[in-house]
């Protein structure tokens, strides 16, 4: 009897820890811009990793991420995402087993694909890459307004749209986007990635993925944020050139510092244990050799994607097989579920969660053993 007691004990106890590390759980949101699915699942494209009008010196980009096998092919690419995630998370969105992750807007380019990831919603107007501020409430704002997050919530993009894509002043989060300069007070990191950001000479929309990842990865470190997002954007930028060596370069640069976040989360007491990562990203691509650089409305891929998730609250799946379907626009109410919330707006409805989380149930015969030992 006493074994059993002890036995029951231990899973209430074990259920009333999930519940409580459920509502402490810190999230952060990661996406690079326009990475299709076919290189997560599949490695580097054997045709278009030959082809020298796309890939400046095939032979090294080959000896780099090339292998005949997919699997070590793909490991190669994505060493973090097939070494770590596979084995401790979950990855969806491999079509070749019928698992599918899709954007479900209709525009399938980039303002529309981040409106749908983060406030839940696919909206059917049309809303251009152009610096047009959301009407549409996104889960960062609603996570800021919670008990317990408010001003712990905090956004780092590429791309210098993304403050009107959050809607920053109406949202009041911390966002920095772009080439903006950083707030330096006693920060020497600051004052120094400020510098590097004054000498590059042709700004474009897209700040380098590096420098956006290191003003993140400072933040991270001294203000301990409980939401983050993290858009990254190169690998859309050089795919769009038609640097197909650069693409997988970045997508390879996207998973270290992936690696490296996370390694760091795992050995922060703040972070340890009780961070959860959801990866991902806005569009897919042309999935015809000739279209891979291209997507859109009329690009057949373009509505295709993928994600990775990993930490508490995500079933260790591994790569999911299973036949399903699954959109961008749950991922919103995902984050919700994590932090044991529900998001609602009251502008436009909120697609439900992804069945991702790890649920810990007690048994009917042992609830109804606590209730005859209590009636004792």
Known sequence: MKL????ICSLVCLFLHAQTSRSQRNIFIITTDGFRWQEVFQGADSLLIRDTVLVKDTGLICQKFWHADPEERRRKLLPF??????????????RAYGNEVNIANLYKISYPGYNEILTGYADTRFIPNLTVRNKNTNILEYM?????????????????????????KRSEIAV?????????????????????????PMK???????LTYASAKNYIETKHPKVLFLGLGETDEFAHQGRYDQYLQKAHQVDQMIAELWYYVQTD?????????????????????????KHGFWVKGSGEVWTALIGP??????????????????????????????????????????????TVVIPEIIQTKILAVGNK
């Open 4 to 7: 059993f007691l002890l036995a």
């Open 81 to 94: 995402f097939w070494e770590v995630i596979a084995k401790k998370g979950r990855l969806s969105g491999n």
């Open 144 to 168: 800021n307004s919670r008990e317990g997050y408010a001003g712990k919530v905090a956004a780092f993009s590429s791309w210098s749209v993304m403050p009107y894509i959050l809607n920053e």
């Open 176 to 200: 920095n986007s772009g080439y903006e300069m950083l707030d330096e007070g006693e920060d020497t990191l600051n004052r120094l990635i400020n510098q590097v950001q004054r000498t590059v």
């Open 204 to 210: 474009g929309h897209t700040r380098y993925d590096l």
């Open 269 to 293: 007491p703040f972070y340890k244990d009780n961070t959860t990562f959801i990866i991902t990203t806005d569009h897919g691509r042309g999935s015809k050799t000739a279209k891979w650089s």
């Open 313 to 358: 609250g995500i079933a260790p799946d591994g790569e999911r097989k299973e036949k399903e379907k699954m959109y961008a626009k749950q991922i919103a109410s995902t984050v919700s579920l994590l932090a044991d919330e529900h998001f609602k707006a009251d502008d436009h409805s909120v697609a439900k969660p992804l069945q991702v989380t790890r």
